[in-house]
């Protein structure tokens, strides 16, 4: 296990370093992203401005519109960690191709091997991509677009729970990422399953929709369920719709589904193991 864990942080240093040499591709993808953002803020301006619910106080489940433009710059900032792949490029390579023959003679677990090279990847997108996005938001405020720009942290505390949140939110969908992996082995008739669950772990994270907006008698469901986990939670405790003790309850769920993933994939992963066939010359 020390082999492997040692090995694990030297790879994970090699691929991250080399994701950031990849600086024209972030850009692009922190204009798609800074461009999405917009789309949304202004369809959440109308929906407030116009919507029967937000005219009787000003918010929707404790989210007002300042707070849900934050929200969605926040989401934005951290859609690597959900939204990007289902699964690591190189990783689909080698289950496809017969490669995965070569990685089972590694004398490391493959599930932290290949859980390094994932977080990895998830670290280099939100680390270039996710920084440009947060840095245009804040400056748009600076600029005089105060309506349209990302705000302050509700309080130091929310913001030190949105830090804590946050490496959660890294942690959960490095391991998420390798459950999809784990369920894609030893699957010959293509990514249907892997692609079916992805969109409902998108839809449910709050990278589409901040989840407080959905109907109230969903809320519960929405709060607890694992992929709120990702961008849902650290969201919230930054723009300040949850309150503290509410807040722990949700980092301590986001906690309890890495968790879970972790050792399902482990679970998934080793039984394909056991049955895996290589093909190929």
Known sequence: MKRTLKAGVSLFKIRTAEGLQYRMAALSGATISIFWALIEIVILTVFFEYGESAAVNGSIGGLTLSRGVSYIWIAQMMVGLMLMSAVDGDLMVKITSGDIGVELCRPLDL?????????????????????????????????????????????????????????????????????????????????????????????????????????????????????????????????????????????????????VFTVLGKIIMKNKIRNIVVQGG
């Open 111 to 259: 599930y932290w091997h290949w859980y390094a090279r994932t977080a990895a990847g998830k670290a280099t997108v939100v680390g270039m991509r996710g920084v440009l996005v947060i840095i245009f938001g804040a400056v748009l405020p600076l600029a005089g677009f105060n309506s349209i720009g990302l705000g302050p942290p509700q309080s130091p505390l929310h913001f030190l729970l949105f830090i804590l949140s946050f490496f959660g939110a890294f942690f959960f969908g490095a391991a998420f990422g390798m459950f999809l992996t784990a369920v894609r082995m030893g699957i010959s008739w293509g990514d249907g399953p892997i692609n079916i669950i992805f969109v409902f772990a998108g839809v449910l994270s709050g990278g589409y929709l901040p989840l407080q907006l959905w109907p109230d008698f969903m809320q519960t469901f929405l709060r607890f369920q694992p992929f709120a986990a990702s961008i849902d939670t650290p969201a919230r405790l930054y723009v300040g719709s949850i309150g503290i003790s509410d807040g722990l309850v949700s980092m301590a769920f986001q906690a309890v589904w890495i968790i």
